[in-house]
């Protein structure tokens, strides 16, 4: 198979008969082998009834629908276990991003050997409100990861099969897909600018929180990626500096006991300081231990409880 179009969507009933339409007209006339996958995140709407009928009707559309809202992050994940296409794309269901974007993303991967291709909505159909924050988010995302991309949480991408295959994607890092794919060896990231359509149908299911959980979400995958296979070498160089810290100003307030005969040494703030640094380092050090025992072993990380699917696998 050619291409695997992954959707995750959440209430999004209204739009998703004619952004299937719209796929497969675009991809028919490419002439290429293709999949559309749709992973309902628990909707409360008729996205699943309808997801159903198109598979029926269509052997290339494929559901898969979740038990309970779990992320989108979720719905990525468990679509690009289930993708077989060469080329895999990813978009989001609400009609904002364009399915005519396909042939050159397809293109990028194919023949210019991208490993990845990021979308860039160069130009925003939002309130500054949005605007604003998302580009010093994108500022502080391209300083902290050293990865040129305008836009890290645009919907619409597009990789190589064995990046999908090869990256873990789970809690909220559906924004940070780019640096999970550097971190796993994959550097050949490109990006394409493409057009942000106005929402057609319902209501955007983002609020401010992302703002908050964004900056918090990039510093866990940047400690992640970088310690995440040997959390001793961050936890224990803190442990040990901090630990010879703290034994030199015991080392001092000794010699001043016992060489310089100065009273009142355990009186002294600093004292107490000296100890408590050495218990920290200890601590750290012993954190880190752990750590690295345990770092990788998770086995519920990504189980997600699926309810129904449809379609040809």
């Not at 991809?27 to 999949?35: F, M, N, S």
């Not at 836009?151 to 809690?171: H, P, T, W």
């Not at 971190?183 to 149908?201: F, L, Q």
């Not at 979400?217 to 961050?234: A, E």
Request: net charge positive.
């Amino acid at each position: 198979m050619e291409l695997s179009v992954v959707i995750p969507l959440y209430n999004e009933a209204e739009s998703l008969p004619e952004l299937k339409d719209w796929i497969t007209r675009v991809v028919q006339q490419e002439g290429l082998t293709y999949e559309i996958i749709f992973v309902d995140d628990g909707s409360t709407d008729t996205s699943w009834a309808v997801i159903r009928q198109m598979a029926e009707a269509d052997p290339n559309v494929k559901g898969i629908k979740f038990r309970r809202n779990y992320g989108k992050a979720a719905g990525l994940q468990t679509g690009f276990t289930a993708a077989q296409g060469e080329v895999v794309i990813t978009m989001d269901a609400d009609l904002q991003d364009s399915p005519d974007e396909i042939p050159e993303l397809v293109k990028m991967i194919r023949e210019d050997g991208y490993d990845l291709v990021s979308g860039w909505k160069k130009i925003r159909h939002d309130p500054l409100s949005k605007t604003i924050p998302t580009k010093l988010y994108n500022a502080s995302s391209r300083w902290l990861t050293r990865i040129n991309l305008h836009d890290f949480n645009c919907g619409l991408k597009a990789y190589k099969r064995s990046v999908v295959k090869n990256i873990e994607v789970y809690g909220d890092m559906h924004r940070y897909i780019p640096v999970l794919a550097k971190w796993a060896g994959y550097t050949k990231i490109g990006e394409k600018i493409v057009k942000h359509r106005p929402r057609k149908y319902g209501t955007t299911k983002y609020g401010l929180s992302r703002f908050i959980y964004g900056p918090l979400d990039l510093l866990s995958i940047m400690f992640v990626g970088k310690f995440g296979k040997h959390p001793m070498h961050f936890f224990g160089s803190l442990g040990l500096f901090s630990f010879i810290i703290g034994f030199f100003i015991l080392l001092y307030l000794s010699y001043s006991k016992i060489v310089k005969s100065e009273y009142g040494i355990t009186e002294r703030p600093i004292f107490y300081f000296g100890i408590m640094i050495v218990i920290i380092g200890v601590q750290l050090f012993l954190t880190g231990f752990l750590a690295e025992m345990i770092s990788g072993n998770s086995s519920s990380r990504k189980v997600y409880q699926i309810e129904e699917t449809v379609g040809k696998s």
